[in-house]
């Protein structure tokens, strides 16, 4: 099950999965950037890319945002493959970007409900069969913006924050299983990418590299992350970002200071944030730290990213 799949990211990992010789269910319900007008001709066309390689594939149109929807959605994947699906990949979302102050309840909802409903949800809808098989692979598309930070970005980046606590909390959970769950924060230039406008000179000039990083660089990662040969790596954070592959730190106590008698406000000024300020972490959002150009991907001439 491919959430998101009839475009950008998830469209080359639905062909990536297809190829490798999954059933692909490109669930994607063919909406604008902003949510609006869908269109299930995405999916359909993804689904038959991957039929014409010689694959096995449908489309799913369902919003699946809702414990229903959701439900629906797998028990139709599960009807056509004769079997419940084994491998989530999701990659579903909208932008509506805007200062937290400025943006609408509307576009919260929006945004949180494309990137953080519709993965909590089709989650639950495949986790009791996932627990009773013993075997599973889930992969969350999550942004760098909800690790570090985006300005203008407040809503996107609480959806991605939050699929990283569940990457944790699920893998935690089915630690003992062979059901593995990892986090991918992928840079490539997508529509996403595109919808961005250039208001400053750091933007300007990450926008002019951003082409460099495609899609199709990020979907083996996430492929691979999909097989058997991924069995015990599970609650990582991934990059992609065209030729690199990295690995991320999370979130760990690094300095600590103890006053046995307790704190107070004059103790955490004096002795607590002199000990604890060399440690504090910047206010670098995501584009001070990956601003910079991609490495690409060396391809040969005529040949498709």
Same mark, same amino acid.
């Given at each position: 099950?491919?959430?998101?799949?009839?475009? =950008?990211?998830?469209?080359?990992?639905? *062909?990536?999965?297809?190829?490798? =010789? !999954?059933?692909? &269910?490109?669930?994607?319900? =063919?909406?604008?950037?902003?949510?609006?007008?869908?269109?299930?001709?995405?999916?359909?066309?993804?689904?038959?890319?991957?039929?014409?390689?010689? @694959?096995?594939?449908?489309?799913?149109?369902?919003?699946?945002?809702?414990?229903?929807? +959701?439900?629906?959605?797998? %028990?139709?994947?599960? #009807?056509?493959?004769?079997?419940?699906?084994?491998?989530?990949? !999701?990659?579903?979302?909208?932008?509506?970007?805007?200062?937290?102050?400025?943006?609408?309840?509307?576009?919260?909802?929006?945004?949180?409900?494309? !990137?953080?409903?519709?993965?909590?949800?089709?989650?639950?809808?495949? *986790?009791?069969?996932?627990?009773?098989?013993? /075997? @599973?692979?889930?992969? /969350?598309?999550? @942004?760098?913006?909800?690790?570090?930070?985006?300005?203008?970005?407040?809503?996107?980046?609480?959806?991605?924050?939050?699929?990283?606590?569940?990457?944790?909390?699920?893998?935690?959970?089915?630690?003992?299983?062979?059901? &593995?769950?990892?986090?991918?924060?992928? %840079?490539? /230039?997508?529509?996403?990418?595109?919808?961005?406008?250039?208001?400053?000179?750091?933007?300007?000039? /990450? *926008?002019? !590299?951003?082409?460099?990083?495609?899609?199709?660089?990020?979907?083996?990662?996430? +492929?691979?992350? &999909?097989?058997?040969?991924?069995?015990?790596?599970?609650?990582? *954070? %991934? =990059?992609?970002?065209?030729?690199? $592959?990295?690995?991320?730190?999370?979130?760990?106590?690094?300095?600590?200071?103890?006053?046995?008698?307790?704190?107070?406000?004059?103790?955490?000024?004096? $002795?607590?944030?002199?000990?604890?300020?060399?440690?504090?972490?910047?206010? #670098?959002?995501?584009?001070?730290? %990956?601003?910079?150009?991609?490495?690409? $991907?060396?391809?040969?001439?005529?040949? #498709?990213?």
């Amino acid at each position: 099950m491919v959430s998101g799949g009839g475009r =950008g990211i998830g469209r080359s990992v639905a *062909l990536a999965l297809g190829a490798a =010789g !999954h059933a692909v &269910c490109v669930n994607d319900t =063919g909406v604008a950037v902003d949510g609006t007008a869908p269109d299930p001709q995405p999916a359909e066309r993804c689904a038959e890319d991957i039929r014409a390689a010689g @694959g096995r594939a449908l489309a799913i149109d369902v919003d699946a945002r809702t414990p229903e929807a +959701a439900e629906q959605a797998i %028990f139709r994947a599960a #009807e056509w493959a004769g079997r419940s699906p084994t491998v989530l990949v !999701h990659a579903a979302g909208t932008l509506r970007d805007a200062m937290a102050h400025k943006a609408a309840a509307d576009d919260w909802a929006e945004v949180l409900g494309s !990137h953080l409903s519709v993965g909590v949800e089709l989650t639950r809808a495949m *986790l009791p069969d996932l627990r009773a098989g013993g /075997y @599973g692979r889930i992969v /969350y598309l999550g @942004g760098a913006a909800g690790l570090v930070g985006s300005v203008g970005q407040a809503a996107y980046a609480t959806a991605k924050a939050g699929l990283f606590g569940l990457t944790r909390a699920l893998a935690l959970e089915m630690a003992g299983r062979d059901v &593995c769950v990892n986090y991918v924060a992928p %840079f490539a /230039y997508t529509r996403m990418t595109e919808s961005i406008p250039p208001v400053t000179d750091e933007l300007r000039e /990450y *926008l002019r !590299h951003a082409r460099r990083a495609t899609p199709a660089d990020v979907a083996p990662l996430v +492929a691979w992350l &999909c097989s058997p040969a991924a069995a015990g790596v599970s609650g990582q *954070l %991934f =990059g992609a970002r065209g030729a690199e $592959v990295s690995i991320w730190s999370q979130p760990r106590p690094a300095a600590t200071v103890v006053a046995t008698s307790g704190w107070d406000a004059a103790g955490l000024d004096a $002795v607590a944030r002199p000990a604890l300020e060399p440690h504090l972490v910047p206010l #670098e959002s995501e584009f001070d730290l %990956f601003g910079g150009p991609p490495v690409a $991907v060396e391809r040969a001439s005529g040949d #498709e990213p």
